[in-house]
């Protein structure tokens, strides 16, 4: 067995604010069936220690993490993860988002809480938990980027793969702040950590590990423009031979309209029927009208720019006009909030909306709703469109990253062979969408081309088994490539 360390910021379901927690909650499960021996590293935030009450408490391997006191609690999750909660209470006992305090602002200290995942990450490999070592560490995203620089000044040398989750996030803090982090000054460098005269966690990742990877394989070419590398599409240029793009998959044991205790009736690809009885379900939830006719819209989202939800907005009177219903379920910016409060509140009975984190009103909407309306500016993978494939719930979604990959347009073409699963739109405007809800309007009013699309959509095979293999191979080549360097060293 490969011994992978997961190094993340999120988990499902220990702790969740979007995709990164479902793919670090899932792929290490789906490793183990391919001969990777994954576990996740995390930090230990109040609702994780929460849920791991059973975990044994072991020494921090360095003894202290930047000067602070702290331990790792072992333990193994319901569905079977090993997992290593860092509890730095100096660092993580905080109510509320692993990211943001109270007044709204990030946690002032942020690149401290997160430098001291990496570091106790790069300890782990240094000296191991007991008698487990990882041989390659996964990190993701820009709260693990300095492992690989941890690793570096301390001359531990083992593989690093590095996955990009949003290359928007990037970890930036002031150049001062460096020797705090236990790095050497020298690590301040414009091939390492510096990013436009600060320190970028997410540069630094990218800069120093073996290999790069992102979610879709279309994100991963995006990611080289300077319309989605955010400044840092130089840097992926230059990486580009070691860079690739797999794309996530979904727990198909956490998202089963066949067995979900979350919805109201179980239906299937082969048994769609009690679909209706989740739609019924849901229209009563949320105060909508009961009726069976009209196509129920959903959303499920961080309601951002990133997400597109503005373009939404901008076509409701549409939307409506055409007869639909629309129930949305997400929080983030202020106007987008206020945006879709009062759409509910102005037109009652079509259009419903729940502003906050809800996870099992998530799962009823994606079993209840018609069609999950995406329309991202950018989208490295996106599982809600997953999600929605495997419930029947036809995705509407701009033609980018992840989007682009997993969904087949439901064009003349696609519908006569009964292949289409949902609808594409390119590029980003409110005309484009405008257009693509009328040809899902369109669609709805042939109920059988509509049934046949739902059939295929329920019928893709979204798990992870595909892209875990991939990962194991990328995981054994970057073995054997180490393995060569060091031959080569010692020769
Ligand atoms: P991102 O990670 O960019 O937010 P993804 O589509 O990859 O987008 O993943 C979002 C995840 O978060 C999905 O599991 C989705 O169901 C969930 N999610 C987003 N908003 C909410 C919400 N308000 N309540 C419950 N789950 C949500
Ligand atoms: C990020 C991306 C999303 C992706 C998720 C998991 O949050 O925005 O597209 O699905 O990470 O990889």
Redesign the pocket.
Known sequence: MNKVLFVASEC?PLV????????IGALPLALAGDGVDARVLLPAYPEVCERLTEAEALPLPGGKVLGQDGRLLAATTEEGLKVWALDVPAFFARVGNPYVGPNGHDWPDNHLRFAALSRVAADIAAQGVGRWRPQLLHIHDWQAGLVPAYLSADEIDLPTLFTI??IAFQGVFPAAEITRLGLPGRYYHRDLTEFWGQISFLKAGIAMSSKVST?SPTYARELESAEFGWGLDGLIRHRQADMCGIL?GIDAGVWDPANDPLIAAPYSAEKPAAKARNKEALQERLGLEKDSEAPLFCV???LTQ??GMDLLLENLPQLLWRGGQLAV???GEADLEAGFREAAFNNPGRVAT?I????P??HLL?AGADAIV?PSRY?????????GLRYGTLPLVSRTG?LADTIIDANAAAVQAGTATGFQFAPVTPERLRHTLDRAFDLWGDRKAWRAARRAAMQTDFGWSASARLYRNLYRRMLKEARQKKMGETR
């Open positions: 499902y969740k604010t979007g995709g990164l927690a479902d793919v989750h949003n979610v996530n499920v989202s961080r990133q997400k379920l997400g929080s729940v906050g984190y809800n996870e009103l998530s994606q995406i989208e490295p993978c996106g599982l809600t469109q997953l999600y992840g």
